[in-house]
T-cell receptor, first 111, second 114 residues
């Protein structure tokens, strides 16, 4: 079945550092890909998405590019802030219309 | 004007009890979902409904029974609660259930079974 594998966490960085959280997927078709973020004590919010190969999703300084050849959707940000501390989930959706999530990556940014 | 709301936010109960969680969305969406997040933060789909019709039932024990009285509501009733049911339950909705649609999540209900 479809699956998503994310970089193991937790990840701890200093403010203004560069961030990459790796995400790869396995799917039989052509899924849509998502990054969701969960701030402490809150529900999930969409961070960005890409619905076809080579699409780049971007929001709040975060970017991810849908790479069909490497089945990847890595999340990047050039300069992180303390307020970016959260759990980040990579997910795919296709066909059955259910989100299949990775295990989540906890990110902590120190001032 | 919360888009997807859930009640209650916290639920603490004894094993064997029956409890319900309610979900409402005011986005005019056709499709609603229940997800379970375990203690390790892993998220998994439980059910989805489209226009009040059950679309996905993801091998969930039949102690869990979703009910959708109308498109804006999807409730989750759990019978004979077990320790392993302790988790955070998230409701979500999307406009039409297409794979490209964004799913909007509620704030979650933290269920603790003692």
């Amino acid at each position: 079945g479809d699956s998503v594998t994310q970089m193991e966490g937790p990840v701890t960085l200093s403010e203004e550092a560069c961030l990459t959280i790796n995400c790869t997927y396995t799917a039989t078709g052509y899924p849509s890909l998502f990054w969701y973020v969960q701030y402490p004590g809150e529900g999930l919010q969409l961070l960005l998405k890409a619905t076809k190969a080579d699409d780049k999703g971007s929001n709040k300084g975060f970017e991810a590019t849908y790479r069909k050849e490497t089945t990847s959707f890595h999340l990047e940000k050039g300069s992180v802030q303390v307020s970016d501390s959260a759990v980040y989930f990579c997910a795919l959706c296709q066909g059955a219309q259910k989100l299949v999530f990775g295990q989540g990556t906890r990110l902590t940014i120190n001032p | 004007d919360t888009a997807v709301s859930q009640t209650p936010k916290y639920l603490v109960t004894q094993m064997g009890n029956d409890k319900s969680i309610k979900c409402e969305q005011n986005l005019g969406h056709d499709t609603m979902y229940w997800y379970k997040q375990d203690s390790k933060k892993f998220l998994k789909i439980m059910f989805s409904y489209n226009n009040k019709e059950l679309i996905i039932n993801e091998t969930v024990p039949n102690r869990f029974s979703p009910k959708s009285p109308d498109k804006a509501h999807l409730n989750l009733h759990i019978n004979s609660l077990e320790l392993g049911d302790s988790a955070v339950y998230f409701c979500a909705s999307s406009s039409s259930g297409r794979s490209t649609d964004t799913q909007y999540f509620g704030p979650g209900t933290r269920l603790t079974v003692l």
